[in-house]
């Protein structure tokens, strides 16, 4: 079955870069499908961070976009991410997801068990 | 951008029904399909409904989806212990070319 597990650092300095990689198992990436990542700060709700395809187009959320890389390595089944100049406010849980058919399909119907990664100095 | 508006929390005691709101605006709701997540504490989201009304395989059919005009509802019937939980609905935004999510709605089982 399609698994995916997140992986990076569980805490970043402020004003330094976040950087994630969501590994895919049991599908291939370049099959189809967007994938992308979504976050939920402690306590808080969730919140949309990016999307990408297997072609490297990427979709990210307005407010995070002049910070945000995302870019996929379809030989190694992994998609990452990359968040430039974080400061308290991007302390969450950070999930990797496999998206739905389309740009606007809302259908993550397959989730990564999330990485917690806290912004502290 | 602004989220989708829920209500905080919302509770029944086993065997009654649950309905959840999620409000929007034509950019969203309005104009595109609602998705529905279920949070088990501790645990990552789940996908519970998708394209407004439509339920995995494995979703039991106690939980129902629906959309009218700008606005979208999820049903708990027969609630079970096993659905407290939370519960967020999404939808794409064309005005932002983003997905919103809503803010959230902790259900309690009493």
């Given amino acids: 079955q399609v698994q ?18 969501c590994t895919v198992s049991g599908y291939f990436i370049s099959s189809g499908y967007f994938w992308g990542w979504i976050r939920q700060p402690p306590g808080k709700g969730l919140e949309w961070i990016g999307t990408i395809y297997h072609s490297g187009n990427t979709y ?15 030989s190694k089944n992994q998609f990452s991410l990359r968040l430039s100049s974080v400061t308290a406010a991007d302390t ?5 997801a496999k998206f739905g058919r389309s740009v606007t399909d809302g259908t993550f119907d397959i989730w990564g068990q999330g990485t917690v990664v806290g912004v502290s100095s | 951008q602004s989220a989708l508006t829920q209500p905080p929390s919302a509770s029944a005691t086993p065997g009654q029904r649950v309905t959840i709101s999620c409000s929007g605006s034509s950019s969203n709701i309005g104009s595109n399909f609602v998705y529905w997540y279920q949070q088990l504490p501790g645990s990552a989201p789940k996908l519970l409904i998708y394209t407004n ?17 700008t606005s979208a509802s999820v049903t ?12 967020y609905c999404v939808a794409w ?8 999510f809503g803010t959230g709605t902790k259900v309690a089982v009493l």
């Fill in chain 1, 4 to 21: 995916l597990q997140e992986s990076g650092p569980g805490l970043v300095k402020p004003s330094e870069t976040l950087s994630l990689i």
């Fill in chain 2, 53 to 69: 009304d439509q339920r995995p395989s494995g979703v039991p059919d106690r939980f129902s989806g629906s959309k009218s005009g």
């Fill in chain 1, 60 to 74: 990210y959320n307005p407010s995070l976009k002049s910070r945000l890389t995302m870019s996929v390595d379809t």
């Fill in chain 2, 93 to 100: 935004d064309d005005s932002v070319s983003a997905f919103v």
């Fill in chain 1, 92 to 96: 969450a849980v950070y999930y990797c």
């Fill in chain 2, 76 to 87: 708990i019937s027969g609630l079970r212990s096993e659905d407290e939980a939370d519960y």
